[in-house]
């Protein structure tokens, strides 16, 4: 596939969910050929208003359209909220260097992910049950605020039927919930683990302690693989603004080692 980068395609917003009070998933539907890897990005583009980058929350597989789950928290966000069914959309990209998937097979992946770092880790998980024959072992811990704050709430009994172990865990439960009450962290120490391959994604406190946490358990740096979306603007290593050390996110990354990055300054900020 060829593409200006510059330039986005036009999409069709078909549906859309309210995940969460502040979050919603909006499916696309491209007016041309569009295809990603999982852990590429793209651009969300809205005419006369700006963009913003988010990765993809849909299968790769799924060629005929695509998600994109989105927290409102800014001015094009806002924006994107306000959209309703049959609305045009401009996206550009994909964006960056996905995960490695090849690399993970015959081995036990383990995925930490917090809040609505789920939307990038949910593409992941559907790329890995696709092929979940060529893996040893599936393993997702999810955390949130609340339960309220869960996304994919009708989702997660379908990845546990397709072979994924599933703990979860939110900061403040509630009398409806009866799973585990704490920081995602704790849900470490309830699985036993061959420590093989381990991927985290959410907000950056929460990446920074997990990442911690796995290096305590016995993880290699090499084998932690981090999705750092830091302060992405353009997209292709232009503007600056996703300068992580030597490295452009947006076209070194989303997608790194720890080993890559862990002796660089402030990657947590």
Same mark, same amino acid.
Not at 61 to 66: F, I, L
Not at 244 to 268: M, N, T
């Given at each position: ?9 036009? =999409?069709?917003? +078909? ?5 969460? @009070?502040?979050?919603?998933?909006f ?16 651009? *969300? ?8 980058? *988010?990765?993809?929350? =849909?299968?790769p ?6 998600d ?8 094009? +966000? ?16 994909? *964006?960056?260097k ?6 993970f ?15 990038p880790?949910? =593409? ?21 605020? +609340?339960? &309220? ?20 865990t ?11 009450? &704490? ?54 290593g232009?503007?600056? @603004? ?5 490295? *452009? ?13 862990? @002796? ?6």
């Open positions: 596939m060829s593409y200006n980068p510059y330039k986005p395609i036009l =999409s069709k917003v +078909t549906s859309i969910i309210d995940e969460t @009070h502040n979050i919603k998933t499916t696309l539907v491209h007016e041309e050929e569009f295809e990603f890897k999982t852990g590429q990005f793209v651009q *969300f583009v809205i005419s006369e208003v700006g963009e913003a980058p *988010f990765t993809p929350s =849909s299968s597989y799924v060629k005929e359209k695509m994109i789950t989105i927290m409102k928290a800014g001015r094009v +966000t806002n924006m994107i909220h306000t959209l309703k069914e049959g609305d045009l959309v401009g996206i550009r990209g994909p *964006f960056g996905g995960y490695p998937i090849e690399d097979y015959g081995r036990e992946v383990l995925i930490l992910g917090g809040g609505v770092g789920m939307a880790l949910r =593409s992941l998980l559907l790329t890995l049950i696709a092929q979940k024959d060529k893996f040893k072992r599936l393993l997702l811990l999810y955390g949130a605020k +609340t339960p &309220g704050d869960i996304i994919y709430k009708e989702q997660f009994a379908d990845w546990k039927r397709q072979g994924v172990e599933i703990y979860r939110v900061d403040n439960g509630d009398e409806t919930w009866k799973e585990k009450t &704490g920081v995602v962290t704790v849900l470490c120490d309830d699985v036993k683990v061959g420590k093989e391959i381990a991927i985290v994604c959410g907000p950056p406190i929460m990446m920074r302690f997990g990442t911690f946490k796995l290096l305590d358990m016995g993880y290699r740096p090499e084998n932690i693989y981090l999705s750092m979306e830091k302060n992405m603007s353009c997209g292709i232009k503007c600056g @603004h996703c300068a992580l050390g030597p490295y *452009f996110v947006c076209k070194d990354g989303p997608v790194f080692k720890y080993s890559e990055i862990e @002796h660089l300054e402030d990657i947590w900020d």
